[in-house]
Nanobody, 121 residues
Framework: EVKLVESGGGLVQPGGSLRLTCRAS????????VAWFLQAPGKRREAVAC????????LYEDPWKDRFTISRSNAKNTVYLQMNNLKAEDSGTYYC??????????????WGQGAQVTVSS
């Protein structure tokens, strides 16, 4: 079965860290650009970060560019999102998505089920 599965979400205090994992099954993730999106309650889904398939070039949106890091392990068919210095505004559902083209060229081909992240004291 072709799918993406996110893991690593949970409850964390402000200023803490989490690492989200996006693992692919049924296809080789190293052939795809992979992006992380956040859908916060009451807001539309927005891009957080993306890693291209060619040489691992990365893109970050402004709210997360100094705190989050996207990376991949081709051997493990996995992409990570390291989330540091978390804020309450970072809370929501995080989705990973894979595209056979490079980052944000068009619609993404595959989406994960989402992982919940709650930042609260």
């Amino acid at each position: 079965e072709v799918k993406l599965v996110e893991s690593g979400g949970g409850l964390v205090q402000p200023g803490g860290s989490l690492r989200l994992t996006c693992r692919a099954s049924g296809f080789d993730l190293d052939d795809y650009a992979v992006a992380w999106f956040l859908q916060a309650p009451g807001k539309r889904r927005e891009a957080v970060a993306c890693i291209e398939y060619t040489i691992g070039r990365t893109l970050y949106e402004d709210p997360w560019k100094d705190r989050f890091t996207i990376s991949r392990s081709n051997a493990k068919n996995t992409v990570y999102l390291q989330m540091n210095n978390l804020k309450a505004e970072d809370s929501g559902t995080y989705y990973c998505a894979a595209d056979y083209n490079n980052c944000h060229i068009g619609d993404y081909d595959y989406w994960g089920q989402g992982a919940q992240v709650t930042v609260s004291s």
